[in-house]
Structures are given as C-alpha cells and as structure tokens.
C-alpha cells in the first residue's frame, strides 16, 4: 500500500515535466499525417485563349474582295514581354466581284498561324478610362497557312468553277489593345485591334484588319 502511493505521488510529481513534451509530440504527428494546405494564386496569369472577326483583304491582278469571318487565337507568355502565340480563322461572309462577262467570289477556307509575339505595357495616357488598367502594343511575327476558295461563275457559258488555292508564307502583325478589369470577371481581358499581314504569294495578298478580346488564366 505504502509503495502504491509513492508512485502516485512520483507520478504526478513527474507529469507537470512530461506533458509539454507529449503535446509537441501530439502536434508534430498532427503534422506529419495532415500537411498544410498551400493556396496557390497567380497575380499574372501568363495563357490566354481570345475570339474575334476578321474583314480580310484579298488582292491579285483584277482581283480585290474583303471576304470576312471569325478568328480564334490561343498563347502564352514567357515572360512579361515575349509569348507565343496560335491563331485559326474561317471564313463565313464574302462578296461577289463582276470581271468580264464572270462572277468571281472568294472565300477564306481556313488560315492558320504560329507567331512569336513581342508585347510593350504602358499606362493610359492623360485620361482615365473607367475598367481600363493600362495600354499595350503587340507585335506579331510567324508563319501561316491560307487556303482560298474561288467561285467563278460565267455568263457566255452558263457554267461555273471553284478552285482551291494552298498557300504558306511569313506573316506578321501589329496591333494595340487595352488591359481591362470586368467587375463580374476575376479574369484579366484584353481587347486588340490590329492589323495582319498573311503573306505575299502566287500573285495573291492576304492581309487582315482583327478586332477582338482574350481572356487570361
């Protein structure tokens, strides 16, 4: 019996010393078996994805229409300056041109483009404008490839044609755009205008005028 409660009481002398011990070892197991969780957040979201029309110029000899359509456009940044960037556009309206005693149309099958893109930020000049956090200026220089669908139909002979014409050539293109803020949109937007040069080849200019927004994540 007397020894009984000398334990007892040797271990309550001891317990004052070893509980703090217990619970860091209690919290260092916490850890161990449940990891903090990391919140992972990008102030400057550097891939975007855009849409937008495009009134293209297409030039050659006699020639000279503006068929017109749309342009999807998907890049990233590699830094806060140099990106790359893809582009798909198709065309969706056109217009017919009288040459002789023929009707001629030309649409725009498909163009597709890969570009190195140079950006330069700055902010907007002398005014504010309401959502709009700054300026850019965007230049363009790649490698596309167009196809072209001409339609000609003759009036001599009651008859008509369509040819098909394949084309890859250097491409460029200059634009400028503002950086936008839409209260109900955590994402950052651009919208652009800018003009584009789809090459010079066969005797036949492609060239475009784009309006459009991207949408940054």
């Not at 200059?174 to 950086?179: A, E, M, Q, V």
Request: charged share 20%.
């Amino acid at each position: 019996m007397r020894g009984l409660l000398v334990a007892a009481i040797a271990a309550l002398a001891v317990a004052p010393v070893l509980m703090p011990t217990i619970a860091k070892a209690a919290t260092a197991a916490d850890q161990v078996a449940e990891p903090d969780k990391v919140a992972i957040y990008r102030e400057s979201p550097d891939t975007y994805v855009g849409l937008g029309l495009i009134s293209t110029q297409i030039e050659g000899g006699v020639l000279d229409q503006a068929p017109g359509g749309l342009h999807i456009r998907a890049g990233g940044m590699l830094d806060p300056n140099w990106g790359v960037e893809v582009r798909l556009a198709r065309g969706f309206w056109h217009e017919r041109q009288k040459v002789g005693d023929a009707r001629v149309q030309i649409d725009i099958d498909h163009l597709a483009g890969f570009y190195l893109t140079r950006r330069w930020d700055f902010a907007v000049p002398v005014i504010e404008i309401p959502m709009v956090k700054g300026m850019f200026v965007q230049a363009q220089a790649g490698v596309a490839a167009a196809q072209i669908k001409v339609e000609v139909d003759s009036c001599a002979t009651c008859r008509g044609g369509v040819d098909r014409n394949d084309r890859t050539d250097l491409s460029w293109g200059l634009g400028i755009g503002l950086n936008v803020r839409v209260p109900t949109l955590p994402n950052r937007v651009n919208l652009s205008l800018e003009y584009m040069d789809y090459g010079d080849k066969d005797d036949i200019e492609i060239s475009a005028i784009e309006a459009g927004f991207q949408v940054f994540f």
